[in-house]
Structure formats: C-alpha cells, structure tokens
C-alpha cells in the first residue's frame, strides 16, 4: 500500500511527511522545495491481539507500544501541486506520474489561509482553503480523463459486445495508473453506463466516468493543516462540513515537536494519543512549545497525524490488520512472538493472506486455523480484522 501526499507548494506537506515518518524531509518556505518524491515508512495502529494470549509481541516489522500496533505501510510526498498542472504547468507531470502508484490519497491544505495558488507565502486568513480543496479534486479528475480521452477514439470503434469485454478494454488503456478490475466495475454501475456502447458515450459521459474512477481508485481525504495557527482553528470550524471529503484537523509541527521530544527522552508519547508524559526537566523553550503542543491536544484530542493515516487505511480503504502466525503458539522459528502483522483489502481470504506472505505458501495451501478460536478456515473464509491465522501448506 502507498498513501500519497499531495497538494500545492508550501502547506506542510514535509513537515506532515517528518512527522509521520520521523524522518527529517527537506523542509523550506518556498514553492517546489520538494521536486523527487521523498518516500518512507508511516504507521497505523490497531489494538495488538497479545493481551488476548497473554503474551507480549515482538514485532518483525514496525513496533507494539502500551497494546498499540503499529503496522507498516509507505508514504510518498509527491512534488506540490498548482493549478493546470494535469496540463504539466509546474511540476504537474512529475507529480502526476508520482500520483498513479498512489492507493490513497492525503491531501495536505493550508487551513490558516497563509499560502496563495502558486504556494506563495501570504498573511493567514487571505486565502480560501476550500478553494484549494477543490482546485485539487478537479486537477486529478481532469488528469484521469485526459488519459481516458487520449485513447478514447481508438477503443470506442472496437467491437465490444459484453459488459465483460468493455470491463476489460478499459482496464488494459488505464492499467497504469494503479487500479483495479473491481474499481471499474464499480464506476461504470454506479453512473449506469455498463450497458451503454462506448461509441454512444458523449463527452460527459467520458468525464463523468473518469471523475468516478479516480474517487473509487484514489479517494481523497483533507488534513486540515496549521490548526495550531489561530486562523487555522477558525477556518477548521467554519468549513469541515461545507466539503463532502473527509476532513481532519492536523498539526504537523505539533506531531513532529512530540516525536523530537520523545527521541530525546524528554517525554514519553505514543503516536495519536491525547497527552503526553514529561520524563526530565525541561528548558524555557523546550516548555514553552510543549505547553502550545498541548492546547492543540486539549482542543482537538491529538494531534491528526496518527489519526488520519488511521482513517484512511481502515475507514475510507476499507482495511484490516491480520496476524498470520507460523504455529499455535504464535512464535516463528527465532522465538518471535506474533512477528508479523498484515494490511489487507476489506474482502481479503484466507488464500489472499497467504499469497500476501509468500506465493508458495498459497500454491501449497492445504488449510488454515482461526487461532483465537481454534477452529478450521478454508481458503476463502473471509477474514476480520485482528484475525489470527496459522496457515498450514505443503512443501
């Protein structure tokens, strides 16, 4: 899975993409600072099963804190995004081209109003951030069906005689931009074109079926950034129900100062909680930051970073987390306890799981245990999220 961050020059972006991964991205106030893709490792947390066992996990990859999971999943800061970029003004073809690999999509906006189209630095309240919100949408609606567009005339003369022939022929014009068979089924149903000929398509038909395309294949959710800022905050308030996309409050450089702080061993702070803990005398400064860190805990309950990325792996993508286990006693051969955890689709089988660990294991399947309830699971049992699975194949 990739989340994208995406959005116009100078809103936060990389401090978002820091405070998610704890790595340092290059951060300045001027357009385009990010030109390649910087990539790394974010995290969403899930209650760990090892309580339920009576055991403490130990993680292969990513980490379990105070019963809290924390699975692995990438995250790409795409270069920013400005108007007619699907038209390549800008950096509008490398972004796009970033975009395609892209499962979801966090679109990072400036809520205190202080940067204009172009990403340039304005006075905070200036600039409408709901401008920006839709400026994004239809860029990357418009992206897609330019793509549909530039390979339209050639399909629509084929002789398509079935729902499943057209299903098909899309999907092959449209395969690089991450998406799947499902994703156009669903597009062309729900707009009621499945049993209309492609020749008889008219030109909002071509959009209208791009536009639903790119909602089903890269949704798009709104981190609401800067709330720390005073017209940040007010913006939030006036406009988190005037969009139809999901819409969380986020403070980037609160999340990134609590990181920095516990790194250091000031305090002690689990990623999305409501507090934090001090842990050794601090200076005026390192005081003062940490108390306007916490307004922005007291107001709004975390600081949205760890929250998005939740809400946007299990609410709006639909996935869950299962540990698949090498025997019942959920150690693998080096003694580690529950060691791996996985993120998959929301109708995810038992034989996905195994062809997510290994295709060997899924050639070689030969059945499958529900731990927790120590019952047999044939290999398209549907699986729920913490499921805890061991996977018995052949060799």
């Keep these: 899975m990739i989340v994208g961050l995406v959005g116009k020059p100078n809103v936060g972006k990389s401090t978002f993409f820091s405070a998610a991964t704890a790595q340092i991205a290059q951060i300045a106030p001027y357009p385009f600072t990010t030109i390649e893709a910087n990539k790394g490792v974010a995290y969403v947390s899930v209650d760990c099963v090892d309580r339920e066992f009576g055991v403490t996990c130990n993680p292969r990859e990513g980490f379990c804190l105070r019963g809290k999971r ?29 975009l395609r690999k892209s499962n979801l999509l966090i679109h990072i906006v400036d809520f205190s109003g202080g940067t204009d189209f172009e990403g340039n630095v304005v006075l905070p309240g200036t600039h409408n951030p709901l401008e920006d919100i839709r400026f994004l949408e239809e860029e990357v609606n418009l992206w897609f069906s330019k793509i549909l567009e ?15 022939e057209k299903k098909n022929v899309l999907f092959q014009i449209l395969s690089g931009l991450s998406l799947s068979l ?9 707009i009621n074109l499945g049993e209309k000929k492609l020749s008889d398509w008219s030109s909002e038909d071509l959009f209208l079926f791009a536009k639903t395309l790119r909602e089903k294949s890269k949704p798009i959710i709104v981190a609401a950034n800067k709330v720390d800022i ?42 999305g909680d409501n ?22 805990l007291e107001k709004f309950g975390s600081t949205g970073v760890q929250e998005i990325l939740n809400k946007a792996v299990f609410e709006v993508l639909g996935y869950k987390v299962v540990f698949p286990v090498p025997s019942p006693n959920l150690k ?7 060691p791996d955890a996985f993120l998959l689709p929301e109708k995810a089988t038992v034989l996905d799981l195994a062809e997510a660990i290994h295709s060997e ?35």
Excluded: C, W
């Design 70 to 98: 924390f699975v692995p999943l990438e995250i790409m800061d795409v270069a920013g995004l400005v108007p007619e970029a699907h038209k390549g003004k800008g950096l509008g073809n490398k972004f796009m081209d970033d």
């Design 150 to 164: 530039r390979n339209f005339e050639t399909i629509k003369r084929k002789p398509i005689s079935s729902f499943s």
């Design 182 to 190: 499902d994703d156009i089924d669903f597009s062309l149903r729900k």
């Design 230 to 271: 005073k017209e940040g905050r007010e913006n939030y308030e006036k406009l988190k129900n005037k969009v139809q996309t999901l819409v969380v409050p986020v403070s980037s450089e609160a999340e990134l100062i609590l990181k920095k702080a516990d790194k250091q061993g000031l305090i002690e702070y689990l990623p």
């Design 275 to 296: 507090d934090f803990r001090i842990l050794k005398p601090l200076n005026k400064e390192q005081e003062d930051a940490l108390n306007l860190v916490k307004k922005i």
């Design 332 to 338: 693998d051969s080096e003694g580690r306890v529950l």
């Design 361 to 395: 294991i899924a050639q070689h399947f030969i059945k499958a245990v529900d731990v927790k309830t120590g019952k047999l699971v044939g290999r398209d049992h549907i699986l729920v999220n913490r499921d805890v699975v061991e996977i018995i194949f052949g060799r």
